[in-house]
Structure formats: structure tokens, C-alpha cells
């Protein structure tokens, strides 16, 4: 619980974070980014008690009676920073600023992990880089962050970055498999998560995916058909759940994907949606090897765009019209 081994393939910020502690030399605040779900907490919680361990070791011993009470969520010297609708200037000064002039109750270090610590807005960053600037040695921070270029780089420059890696499609495959999906379900959700274990879980058994799901595979059948003006109404339902369109995207990329690998090689054994046979076989029918080749390119350039925050009109126009035009 809370250690270093629930974190996977990001051995070299964890053996440099286990170097710094070895050496002495641990800096007085770090920033984990990553996407939403890639890992963030386990691995500020792994260290965070790695640095409280009586022990003093690389790594946290899980016995002394610091590992147990930060096991146990009791541990009186670890403070969780949080607020949903971000972190305002007030909850630095009171959360933070006026905590840290106090020594530890019974443990090395006070220790704050913020979370969505890059959302704080401007005022909040300034009041907390107050703090930054002189901390008292016994205080560390642990800033969690999805974008790390929101921070000031007043704050950037004193915290030491690390950006977490998402895992590889075997291994998060593996790790879903333990965790009770079958493997049909543990390789569709490690494609569709991108690697980010929190997603993978999210995405299991939830309605909203489920439907989207069914969307996506009847949109794709029914691509042929439909014109331009068509598909547009069909999709203009989600031009405001932002995360939505985004999953329907990757939907439709491994649908036509696996329409694509289906019609090199027959074999349904190689595709994702191999319990959707019928539906890929159909979408296979419907387009020749060049087509399904270039609907999967417009779709992948259509995924850029919005990651670059591309205007959801312009994106589906474009790509239902790269898709449909012969
Ligand atoms: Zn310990």
C-alpha cells in the first residue's frame, strides 16, 4: 500500500526520487505531472511517505509507526490541498502559509501534496510562491499537475518537474486482468485509456462509455449512407461535452481500424471489437483498403486538432468530409 511497487513504468523518477533520498539531497518541492489518472497521488503518496519513514531508507518500511498512520490516512504531518473549483488564494493562506511556520507533530517533515496544484489561478500561485521562496526545512511539497506550463516560472524554477509516463498497452492489460477484467475488456479499455490506468477503471462498466460505444459502432455502419448533413446532426449533441467527442473520435478510430485489419488479413482474432464481427465486416463491405486507410488518418488528424482545442464545428465537418469524399 502506498509504495513504490503500485507504480509502473516510471522507473526513472522513482529511482531518482530514491537517489535524492539516499543522498541526502531531496529538494523542497517536486511536481508530478500527467494526465488525469496516469498515477500522480500513488506515486506523491509513495514518496511522501518514503520521506516520513522512521527508517530513513530509500523506501518506505510499511511497519514504523509513521508508514502505519500514513497507511491508516492518520498520519498528522501529510496535508491533501485540494478544492474542485481550484485552489484560490485563500486556501493557500489558510491551508498552507499559515501551517508551515509550526514544526511537525511527530514526523520528519510536513509534507503538502496539491492537487490540480497548476490550477491555481494567478493570485494563488503568487501568494504561494511567497512560501516557495524561503520554506522552513522541515516543510515539503508535492504538486500534482495536468499542464504543467500553467505554473508561474517563479514557481517552475524553484520545484523539481517529473513527467509521469503513461504504461504500455501490455502492461496495463496485465494490471487490468488482475484487477478481474476479462481479457476482451482489459485490451478495449487499455486502448481506448491511452495507458492512463484511472481512465482504464473509469471506463469499465460506466453507461456513459457504453453508449458512446454503441454510437460510435452504429455511426460506423451506417457512414455510408449517411450524407454529410446527416452525420453532422448526429454528432452536434455532443459539440459541448468536449470529453465526449474526444472518446467518440478514438471510438471511431479503432473501429475503423480494426475494419482496416480485418480486410488485409480475415482474422477476427487480431481486432479489438472481435465480439462486433458482424458490424466490421459490414463497415469492410462498405469502403475500400485506400478509404478505410484514409479515415483513419482524418480521424487521427481530427484527434490533433482537438487536442490542440480545435472548434468542434470545423473538426466534424472536416472529417466526416475527408471520410465521405471519394
Ligand atoms: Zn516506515
Known sequence: MNSYSDILNNELIINSLKAAVKNGRVNHAYIFDGEKG?????????????????KGGEEACGECTSCRTFDDGNNPDIFYIENEKGIKVDDVRLKINSQIMTRPYTNRFKIFIIKDADMMNVQAQNAFLKTLEEPPEFVKF?????????FLVTILSRCVLFKL???????????LIKKGFTPYEADT??????????RALELHG?????????FALDLCVRMK?????????ET?????????????LQLMYYIFRDALVYKVTSDPDRLIHSAHLSEIQKICADFSQRRLTKACDAIE????????????????EELFYSIKEK
Open 142 to 150: 508535492l504538486l500534482l499537475s495536468t499542464n504543467f506550463n500553467r
Open 225 to 233: 449512407s449517411l450524407d454529410l448533413i446527416d452525420m453532422y446532426k
Open 165 to 175: 509516463r503513461p504504461l504500455s498497452q501490455p502492461q496495463l492489460c496485465a494490471l
Open 38 to 54: 496516469i498515477g500522480k497521488t500513488s506515486l506523491a503518496k509513495a514518496f511522501a511517505k518514503t520521506l516520513n519513514c522512521e
Open 301 to 316: 488528424y481530427a484527434r490533433r486538432r482537438r487536442a490542440a482545442n480545435g472548434n468542434f464545428q470545423f473538426t466534424a
Open 236 to 248: 452536434d449533441a455532443l459539440k459541448d461535452k468536449k470529453d465526449q467527442f474526444d472518446t467518440l
Open 189 to 198: 479499455a487499455a486502448h481506448y485509456s491511452n495507458g492512463v490506468v484511472g
Open 206 to 214: 460506466s453507461e456513459e462509455f457504453e453508449n458512446l460505444s454503441r
